[in-house]
């Protein structure tokens, strides 16, 4: 068994790659049609799911992928592209705690679900998100609910994937909300606005914002750590911000020398490791908010996701 192995979308690269978190080493990178993004992994953590996005970003034209590409951890391999067109430019990504697979085509503001995606070769359901460009989502633990991020329309859509006789309820937070953090108990969901440098809070059972506040400039990402804390990625001011979800006031402020694009948390240690523009994974302790050290990557390293006693090659 190897420890502490960081799993790590290099978009610009079109790769996902593994790194050893002790030493910095890039272990393999496994090549992937250009442009791959968001990803989840299964809770057996045999399988990673990516999402196949095919435009550089959200600001980019282009059809974009149809494909989720499935990735055999252990083995470091490519299994299969699941094609799912039309569904195209394939972005956010979420598992729920049945291990159903959930992806959303930015394009078409749909949403869908496969229900056993280690096999399946098509979508069981797609329910529409009710907005427009939605990007990203957050999920409720079993499944049911779903709260989606829509770029163009400005609304954040609450919807039903196993339900569709369900309309879509939208609250309008702000200017192009991007980022979420869904609480604990599933009751608030918080979003970042990129135009309006707002923070909310909304209520999910009304999907009325009963709170806002200022945030820095373009707040893009946001992350909800283990003991509360939100972590904002400014991407305008490049720079991070560590927020009281009880008030949305910022408590601490971390500057950078590159923008922040995503991040991912280490499961037991308090470690923050978070990916840059330029081409750098800063690791960051999240109890003295200083950065300890930076991984050299490939181009545009993009999300991540921490493996505690990963399986060696081949192994079991």
Not at 25 to 30: H, M, V
Request: charged share 20%; with cysteine; proline share 6%.
């Amino acid at each position: 068994m190897t420890d502490d192995v960081l799993l790590l979308v290099e978009k610009c690269s079109h790769c996902l790659s593994y790194y050893d978190i002790g030493s910095g080493e890039r272990l393999a990178s496994i090549a992937l049609p250009d442009f791959p993004h968001e990803f989840v992994i299964d809770s057996h953590q045999a399988y990673a799911y990516i999402g196949h996005y095919g435009v550089e970003t959200s600001g980019h034209p282009g059809a974009g992928g149809t494909q989720i590409l499935q990735v055999d951890i252990a083995r470091r391999t490519l299994v299969r592209c699941i094609d799912i067109a039309p569904f195209n430019r394939l972005h956010g990504m979420q598992m729920d705690a049945q291990d159903r697979l959930y992806a959303l085509s930015e394009d078409r503001a749909q949403l869908v679900v496969l229900d056993h995606p280690a096999t399946d070769t098509a979508p069981r359901r797609a329910v529409s998100t009710g907005g427009i460009k939605s990007h990203l989502f957050a999920l409720t633990r079993d499944g049911q609910t779903a709260y989606a991020m829509n770029l163009l329309s400005h609304t954040v859509t609450r919807i039903r994937p196993h339900d569709a006789t369900v309309a879509p309820v939208a609250c309008a937070p702000g200017e192009k909300p991007e980022g979420y953090a869904l609480s604990g108990d599933e009751k608030t969901l918080y979003v970042s606005c990129r135009l309006s440098n707002t923070l909310c809070a909304i209520d999910t059972a009304t999907m009325q914002v009963k709170d806002r506040a200022p945030s820095r400039d373009d707040p893009t990402r946001l992350y909800l750590y283990r003991d509360g804390r939100l972590v904002v990625t400014n991407y305008g001011e490049r720079s991070l911000s560590v927020v009281d979800p009880a008030t949305l006031r910022e408590l601490a402020h971390v500057p950078m020398e590159a923008r922040a694009i995503a991040l991912s948390f280490h499961p037991s240690r308090p470690l923050a490791f978070v990916s840059q523009d330029n081409d750098l994974l800063g690791c960051l302790n999240m109890e003295t908010l200083q950065f300890e050290r930076w991984i050299a990557t490939q181009r545009e390293p993009d999300v991540s996701r921490v493996l505690s006693r990963f399986p060696a090659r081949g192994g079991a």
